[in-house]
């Protein structure tokens, strides 16, 4: 008779499996709780310690450690010496492991939970079963996930078990446990970069191709997953999310995530295009569009307060891929889903977004870095030029340097209070980059108060005479460069104000 071994803390589904398996002609084995659900349901079973003749042990820490179990387990059938050892000891050949691993994730989770809590909820037992089942995978069958089920009874009952089946199992085994103790590492360790890394991702769901039609992709969230993220966002209307969408919808939330007041943020391939503050979600949204009415076309908007009927009126006028918002009113959702492919994303925003390692692919590899979330502030500024800022410039200027954070380098931006003007992006130069973003802001309304923002320091000084040559009242820049009195001479000969942040925000 076949035997399966059954050790389950999702219990989801497991008696009508178990029911399937008793029809197919195999005895159960189980432990602890599993064991008291199939008995309760009037199945056949026998329970672990019957079969090794020790009782549980150390508050059930000790289940399923034991040669009879593990033995039966790892025998080669194909080995007649594994098969006689088997005979000598009196033990059995198991041929199916269903286990599915104590709740850490669900625990640590949990507010309030101890480490000493959350060590008792790592398995120890469980991964042994099913790493022995894995690896002997062509005589034993393991089942890690209950979503499996159906179809390993679909294929017993037709005796399709075939070693592609065997192989799908095992590795996905593999998987589950290798995810399962990277968690585990993760929560245990002390540091955010040590000797070995072992990030674990679940899939969120397979896309229909990445950034061009030629390449496949999917999604993955983080095995902890984060709330204020664009794969945890409810789609309220329209179709599946791109790749390149969902790269546009992160770069959206990080940005508005810097502010607090009423403000709205338009992106196109993952730089803003536009960001506008003002007393109302409405007012923001008017100069958000303005700061760049071109860009925002077939772009992203995120906007940090609910969407009114008002406001909706006039996003509905152009052609946008997503919104995203805490929440639309009625008539506003109304208004919008018109519109069938208009993705309607909602979320809770958040200020402060938490401080994890970003990890970026190389060939062969990848580098990893924490987020950049450092503020700017008014106490940390130095003013180096002889002019001095207006409370006015100051604002526009940390305004301009929180935008900066975001875009891509040599990032520029030219901002009034509340309001970017022209951005400059990815430039191999940062002359270049500072030419752009003035021309696309010289002929807007409120350039006359415009400040520009720098992420990195200026190498020379002919950013700083091309930017006063063309109106710029004041300018932000980390400082740093070996060059900055040039910079300084600058700016004190043309009369206008020169602030050094002391950070950079280059992004790659």
Do not use: C
Not at 30 to 55: D, H, I, Y
Not at 296 to 310: E, K, M, Q, S, T
């Amino acid at each position: 008779m076949a035997r399966a071994l059954l050790s389950v803390s999702d219990k989801q589904g497991l008696v009508p499996f178990a029911g399937q398996l008793v029809a197919l002609g195999y005895e159960l084995i189980s432990t602890g709780g599993t064991f008291q659900v199939l008995r309760k349901a009037g199945l056949p079973v026998t329970q672990v310690e019957e079969l090794t003749g020790f009782p549980e042990l150390l508050d059930g820490r000790v289940k399923t450690l034991h040669p009879k179990i593990h033995a039966g387990l790892l025998a080669r059938r194909d080995l007649p010496a594994h098969m006689a050892q088997l005979a000598e000891q009196g033990i059995s050949p198991i041929d199916l492991v269903v286990v599915n691993l104590y709740p850490f994730k669900a625990t640590i989770q949990q507010s309030g939970v101890t480490t000493e809590e959350a060590i008792e909820q790592i398995d120890i037992g469980g991964p042994s079963l099913l790493r022995a089942a894995a690896k002997n995978a062509a005589f034993v069958l393991p089942i890690v996930d209950p979503k499996d089920y159906h179809f390993v009874i679909q294929a017993l009952q037709n005796d399709k078990v075939d070693q592609t089946l065997r192989q799908r199992l095992a590795a996905k085994v593999f998987r589950y446990t290798a995810a399962y103790d990277a968690l585990i590492a993760d929560y245990l360790s002390g540091t955010r970069f040590t000797e070995k890394m072992t990030p674990t991702y679940d899939l969120v769901e397979t896309l229909r191709y990445g950034e061009n039609p030629q390449q496949a992709a999917a999604a993955y969230q983080t095995g902890l997953a984060e709330d204020y993220s664009i794969l945890a966002a409810k789609r309220l209307h329209g179709k599946q999310l791109s790749y390149n969408n969902i790269r546009d919808g992160d770069a959206a939330l990080r940005i508005i995530a810097e502010f607090t007041v009423p403000t709205v943020v338009t992106v196109k391939h993952m730089n803003p295009a536009g960001v506008g503050q003002g007393q109302t979600i409405e007012e923001a949204w008017d100069r958000a569009y303005l700061a760049d009415d071109i860009s925002i076309f077939g772009g992203i908007v995120a906007l940090n307060r609910p969407v009114d009927l008002a406001t909706a009126k006039k996003m509905h006028q152009l052609f946008l891929e997503i919104i995203i918002a805490p929440s639309f009113t009625d008539e506003a959702y109304a208004e919008l889903a018109k519109k069938k492919n208009l993705r309607l994303l909602t979320l809770p925003f958040r200020h402060d977004i938490p401080q994890t390692v970003e990890i970026t692919s190389v060939l062969g590899g990848a580098v990893m870095q924490e987020r950049d979330l450092h503020e700017d502030r008014v106490e940390d500024l130095q003013v180096v030029s002889e002019k001095q800022p207006t409370a006015e410039q100051i604002a526009a200027l940390l305004f301009a340097q929180t935008v900066v954070k975001y875009v891509k380098s040599n990032a520029i931006v030219v901002a009034r209070a509340g309001q970017t003007l022209g951005i400059g992006a990815g430039q191999p130069n940062r002359i270049d980059s500072v030419k752009l973003a003035i021309d696309h802001a010289q002929h807007k309304a409120g350039y006359q108060e415009a400040v520009l923002g720098s992420d990195a320091f200026f190498p020379m000084a002919d950013s700083v005479q091309y930017a006063a040559e063309h109106g710029i009242t004041a300018i932000i820049e980390p400082g740093g460069s070996i060059r900055d009195q040039e910079s300084i001479d600058k700016a004190n000969e043309l009369g206008i104000v020169l602030v050094f942040s002391g950070h950079r925000h280059f992004k790659h």
